[in-house]
């Protein structure tokens, strides 16, 4: 089904919302998209290829950073554009290593600085959950927003640098839930 066919709409109390404007039937596909982002847990690391998700005992590593490993030549150059600057970011930081939540809101910001296309939903369109936090959470949330800022530096010097739509604090609350 194209986008068209779908419609946005918001729902009080529950967000945004997704409906087809035409009738449908069981098991149509109704839409299909990549992820906007993604990344590997510290855990799999090593055993997934981080491009196509598939476990393998024999992938090989990127020569760079030493971290992304991929099933082969050709799942690393699709996953390149994305990798690129991560690839960068993880070898100013060696050999420390970032929480798999700011490897993530770093991918996003990257995400959107270089493609800031508009889907059917955008980021920006993403609920925060910023009023559900306690002051303990959203202090948590402060501390991996500023823990992000040390990891981009060598791809972002300072915040003023990015659009103003994006704010690292907004990010997390935007990906992380809420327990």
């Known amino acids: 089904m194209e986008p068209a066919a779908l419609e946005r709409f918001h729902s009080p109390g ?7 404007r035409r009738s449908v039937r069981p098991g ?3 839409y299909r998209d990549v992820p906007f982002a993604y990344v590997l847990t510290k855990q799999q690391l090593g055993t997934v290829c981080e491009r196509c998700l598939r476990r393998n005992e024999n992938l090989h590593r990127c020569s760079q950073c030493k971290v992304a490993k991929y099933c082969g030549r050709s799942c ?16 100013s930081i060696e050999p420390n290593f970032p929480p798999d939540s700011v490897r993530l809101a770093g991918r996003i910001v990257f995400k959107l600085v270089i493609c800031p296309s508009e889907r059917l939903y955008s980021f920006s369109d993403l609920h925060s ?6 002051e303990e ?14 990891y ?3 791809e972002i010097q300072d915040e003023s640098q990015l659009p103003p739509a994006i ?9 992380m839930g809420v327990q």
């Open 14 to 20: 529950k967000g945004s919302g997704l409906r087809s």
């Open 129 to 134: 959950n910023s009023e559900q936090l306690n």
């Open 28 to 30: 149509e596909l109704l």
């Open 76 to 91: 690393q150059k699709e996953a390149w554009l994305d990798h690129k600057q991560e690839c960068k970011c993880l070898k």
């Open 137 to 150: 959470m959203k202090d948590g949330l402060r501390h991996l927003a500023q823990t992000l800022q040390l």
């Open 167 to 175: 704010d690292f604090f907004q990010i997390f609350t935007k990906v």
């Open 152 to 154: 981009l530096k060598t």
